[in-house]
């Protein structure tokens, strides 16, 4: 007589031989074999219930199975199911045995992306006969639950980049991610440093967040740096990120004179004195001053002369020309161009 153990363990099961042998003579007289089955019941285990998996990286998770006979491990999610104990592929999932741990299926996804994310089943079946035929068996499952997820980015676009003054320029701010960031903070930064935020319409485009800020009749003021900010938090972390370009407005050379005192009648012997106001971008190179139809003066953008002063900004230059001991001949109308 054979005594299982108490409870019994499924390491117990297998083919057992009573053999009846003739005064001890290696010779089998009679032998019963029979096929023992102590079945237990199968358990799936997952190491935890979700994990965040970042776009284009491998996502990997492994289910414990444990149980006696079992006969059937699979990995299911939507419309895909993987045998694991034949090592099944499909697309970029795999489910395989770990040949150092038996009870081990490892599941990988590669090149993970938003298609990928969701709840993936890890079901396992025992299955065994009754010494009258009848088939028994159990069944368990357990879920992991892959996020996907997407750190932020911006991308900051001009329709037209340069722009010509009185134009109309539409700024884009694209941001993407998942979790989706929230709207961005568009900002125009000028020459001296100071920031100002500019307002923006959004509309959520497929997983991505599309925000336009129309510039309209621009003018060289609007020949700055322009900033993209946007931010999403996963797993409690904020991941931030920005994109940047300067938008550049050509426009054409304009001249503005102006007289100091104001138009009026001057005394011979007096002074007289023109200030000559250009703006452009490329900042105009040459100033021409002229009196009766004639060019009396020219300068350019380096030099100015004696008897003149040049005060200059970012795209404006500011000629300052004085006529001392004005004379009759003086009389005249002063342009400068």
């Given at each position: 007589a054979y005594t299982f153990q108490s409870p019994p363990s499924s390491t117990e099961s297998g083919v057992y031989q009573c053999i009846m042998r003739?005064?001890?003579?290696?010779?089998?007289?009679?032998?019963?074999?029979?096929n023992?089955?102590?079945?237990?019941?199968?358990?799936?285990?997952?190491?935890?219930?979700?994990?965040?998996?970042?776009?284009g990286t491998t996502a990997e998770f492994t289910c414990t199975v444990t149980g006696y006979p079992v006969t059937s491990v699979t990995v299911s999610k939507d419309s895909l199911t993987l045998d694991c104990l034949a090592g099944t592929t499909s697309g970029d999932?795999?489910?395989s045995q770990n040949p150092n741990s038996p009870s081990e299926f490892v599941i990988k996804v590669e090149?993970?992306?938003?298609?990928?994310?969701?709840?993936?089943?890890?079901?396992?079946?025992?299955?065994?006969?009754?010494?009258?035929?009848?088939?028994?068996?159990?069944?368990?499952?357990?879920?992991?639950?892959?996020?996907y997820v997407k750190a932020s980015t911006a991308?900051?676009?001009?329709?037209?980049?340069?722009?010509?003054?009185?134009?109309?320029?539409?700024?884009?701010?694209?941001?993407?991610?998942?979790?989706?960031?929230?709207?961005?903070?568009?900002?125009?930064?000028?020459?001296?440093?100071?920031?100002?935020?500019?307002g923006r319409s959004c509309n959520v485009r497929m997983m991505a967040k599309e925000c336009t800020v129309p510039l309209r009749d621009v003018d060289l003021n609007y020949n700055v740096?322009?900033?993209?900010?946007?931010?999403?938090?996963?797993?409690?972390v904020a991941k931030s990120s920005s994109d940047d370009e300067d938008l550049v407005i050509e426009g054409n050379a304009v001249a503005i004179l102006t007289q100091e005192p104001a138009d009026q009648e001057l005394d011979v012997g007096s002074?007289?004195?023109?200030?000559?106001?250009?703006?452009?971008?490329?900042l105009p190179n040459k100033l021409?001053?002229?009196?009766?139809?004639?060019?009396?003066?020219?300068?350019?953008?380096?030099s100015a002369g004696d008897d003149s002063q040049i005060t200059s900004s970012t795209y404006t230059l500011s000629y300052i020309k004085t006529i001392n001991k004005l004379q009759l001949s003086d009389t005249s109308k002063y342009t400068c161009s």
């Open positions: 003739n005064n001890g003579v290696a010779k089998f007289m009679k032998q019963k074999t029979t023992v089955v102590i079945a237990t019941d199968p358990s799936v285990m997952v190491a935890s219930s979700a994990t965040s998996i970042y776009d999932t795999t489910c090149t993970f992306s938003a298609d990928e994310a969701g709840a993936y089943k890890c079901s396992a079946a025992t299955k065994w006969y009754k010494t009258d035929g009848t088939e028994m068996g159990k069944s368990a499952e357990n879920t992991k639950v892959l996020n991308t900051l676009t001009f329709d037209k980049n340069p722009a010509e003054v009185g134009d109309t320029v539409t700024l884009s701010c694209r941001v993407e991610g998942s979790p989706m960031p929230g709207s961005p903070n568009i900002t125009r930064t000028a020459k001296d440093g100071s920031t100002t935020l500019i740096n322009y900033r993209c900010d946007a931010s999403n938090v996963i797993d409690g002074s007289l004195t023109f200030t000559c106001i250009i703006e452009g971008n490329p021409k001053f002229e009196r009766k139809g004639e060019v009396f003066k020219e300068y350019d953008s380096q």
